[in-house]
């Protein structure tokens, strides 16, 4: 298994913070990050609200390796989009000050015919996890719509052993 996927894993629990959405402006994400009881998998749940507290984005997600554990990707339902998707692993979007970076593709972002998307979780140091979301539809550019850094707000105990 991937040690980056190993560390994001490891920082299974609750998280909220600030951020800027380029749609809506100033937003407040929770991300929650439940893994497997073998930790070969990780249940990825993010929600973005305006300042009033209207929610304008929730994305549910699974990230694992395959059979052999060599790709690691992730397959995600976001509520702007028509269905459950699979995302590649990219590894060309790591941000500067960031431990590890998690970048996932779904569609050529370079194809302004086709829907796209990206999603980047950035583990830091401190504990704090960043989330960066892009899209773009058929016609449009694509563009990062939401970067939100979150601290973590609890952290579950060790699952038990069975």
Same mark, same amino acid.
């Given at each position: 298994?991937?040690?980056?996927?190993? *560390? /994001?894993?490891?920082? $299974?629990?609750?998280?909220? &913070?600030?951020? +800027?959405?380029?749609?809506?402006?100033?937003?407040? @994400?929770?991300?929650?990050?439940?893994?497997?009881?073998?930790?070969?998998?990780?249940?990825?749940?993010?929600?973005?609200?305006?300042?009033?507290?209207?929610?304008?984005?929730? *994305? /549910?997600?699974?990230? $694992?390796?395959?059979?052999? &554990?060599?790709? +690691?990707?992730?397959?995600?339902?976001?509520?702007? @989009?028509?269905?459950?998707?699979?995302?590649?692993?990219?590894f060309d979007a790591d941000v500067v000050g960031s431990d590890h970076t998690l970048a996932f593709a779904c569609g050529d972002p370079q194809d302004p015919s086709q829907w796209r998307a990206e999603t980047a979780l950035d583990l830091y140091g401190d504990g704090s996890i960043g989330m960066r979301l892009r899209w773009g539809?058929?016609?449009?550019?694509?563009?990062?719509?939401?970067?939100?850094?979150?601290?973590?707000?609890?952290?579950?105990?060790?699952?038990?052993?069975?």
């Amino acid at each position: 298994m991937q040690y980056d996927f190993e *560390q /994001l894993v490891a920082k $299974a629990g609750s998280y909220g &913070g600030q951020g +800027v959405d380029t749609l809506v402006g100033p937003v407040h @994400g929770e991300l929650e990050l439940t893994p497997l009881r073998s930790r070969r998998a990780v249940m990825v749940r993010f929600s973005a609200f305006r300042v009033d507290g209207t929610k304008v984005h929730d *994305q /549910l997600g699974w990230i $694992a390796p395959d059979d052999e &554990g060599d790709a +690691v990707s992730m397959w995600s339902i976001v509520d702007e @989009g028509r269905g459950l998707r699979k995302f590649a692993r990219r590894f060309d979007a790591d941000v500067v000050g960031s431990d590890h970076t998690l970048a996932f593709a779904c569609g050529d972002p370079q194809d302004p015919s086709q829907w796209r998307a990206e999603t980047a979780l950035d583990l830091y140091g401190d504990g704090s996890i960043g989330m960066r979301l892009r899209w773009g539809r058929p016609g449009e550019p694509g563009a990062t719509h939401a970067i939100v850094r979150m601290s973590a707000t609890f952290t579950p105990p060790e699952p038990a052993p069975f």
